[in-house]
Every structure is written in C-alpha cells, then in structure tokens.
C-alpha cells in the first residue's frame, strides 16, 4: 500500500470518525467550522484515493496510522 502524508489536523480528524463522530461534532472538539471540517475531510478522502470514510478509516488502520 501507498503511504500517504498526513497533517497532524488530517491524523487527528481520521481518528474522530473512526470514533464515529459526526462532522459538527468533530468540528466543536477542535474548535473548528463546520465547513473546514468538511473540506479537511474531502482533503483526506482525496489522499486516500477513497470515497467513503469508512474507506479512510480501512486504510488508515492497514497503515497503522490510527
């Protein structure tokens, strides 16, 4: 598998959804918009060369990053 670069803010948005969290809810825990969650999270599923984030979330384990 490809590695893929991350931004400590891309890591730690990956890690809330594999919590299940929701973006309004990962946005009031880091103290960010809505919308930025939202384009951190298309940024991200772009890196990933994913459509889903449970996809993400697959990828992110097999690569040991969460």
Do not use: C, H, N
């Amino acid at each position: 598998m490809v590695e893929v670069s991350l931004t400590t803010k891309e890591k730690e948005i990956i890690r809330l959804i594999a919590e299940g969290k929701t973006t309004p809810s990962i946005a009031t825990a880091l103290g960010l918009a809505p919308e930025t969650v939202k384009w951190y999270r298309k940024r991200i599923l772009d890196k990933f060369q994913a459509s889903t984030s449970a996809e993400v979330v697959r990828k992110a384990i097999d690569l040991k990053l969460i």
